[in-house]
């Protein structure tokens, strides 16, 4: 099992496969009449991160999924991102994770049920770190070997966190660097030093539970989590929603080891490119360099918090008793021509 490399059984990359958002636009149009659902707090209308039901007690259930190919060959590391990133959209709800179920596709022609056990062994183990069950799931016999979480989580309505209550004048934190996209395609290329994608593997690794700390500040105003739509595309999902502009400090915005020198080296994902021709109208100018690195599609990416200017010190001081050194990488401003200014 060793010698498995699962990145060669996959033709993508962890949210790195998924559907460009002008695709995905055009995909869920319906001519369908529109019914209202009055306990549905949170639907798809602004491309929240979950949905949100609320069960008229002051709280709601949130509801979630996620799943992709393999973005590592080691098949316990790969479950143990595949459900990061599922229960990262319950954390940047603001809300805690209650349990979880699998989504699980296998090539059984090609890959040993051995080594499937080792990517739902890694999937439990997240499930553990967050205090959930991993309580059930369903598998399919697959092309490429699939696996994400179904993940079901609960919230304070007063904590719910959505893409449009964002509002001006605010900070933009990031609290996880950028670039797991350009090192992930450099390991696929085979162009990946020892020890270069380690970074990379833990931040996709670190679950997001600072959302569930964050979300009661008065000072935090939005949050969403970056992955697949890279930074840029999910800025621009809060700044439409809530009818605001943002303003990206390129040169303040973090980054993993070793970044750099693979863009360089041509490493930059598809999915980067098909970000960019779909939301890079409503961007300002760009360099190359600054479109390569702020449309690279992460997965299990940190969480993209907006918070007031006059609350600088609560967030600061939950940020710093969970570990974490932050600084803005930018601001929220009035509308503007486009929906983010990259600086």
Known sequence: MASVKLTEYSHGAGCGCKISPMLLEEILQSTRENIVYPELLVGNANKDDAAAYDLDNGTSVLSTTDFFMPIVDDPFIFGQIAA???LSDIYAMGGKPLMAISIFGWPIDKLSAEVGREVIEGGRSICEDAGIPLAGGHSIDSPEPIFGLAATGLVENANLMQNDSA??????FLTKPLGIGILSTAQKQKKIEEGHIDPAI???????????????????????????????GHLSEICEASDISARVWFEKVPLLPQVEKYRQLGCIPGGARKNFASYGDKISEMTQQQREILCDAQTS???????????????????????????????????????????
């Open 202 to 232: 833990e931040a996709m690794t670190t679950l997001n539970k600072i959302g569930a700390e964050l979300a009661p500040l008065e000072s935090v105003v939005a949050m969403t989590d970056v992955t697949g739509f890279g930074l840029l």
């Open 167 to 172: 509002k001006e004048a605010c900070y933009i």
């Open 301 to 343: 990416g940190g969480l993209l918090v907006i918070v007031k200017k006059s609350g600088l010190e609560e967030f600061g001081a939950v940020v710093k008793a969970a570990g974490l050194t932050l600084e803005p990488i930018g601001e929220t401003i009035a509308r503007t021509e486009y929906l983010v200014e990259v600086l």
């Open 84 to 86: 990061t990133n599922a």
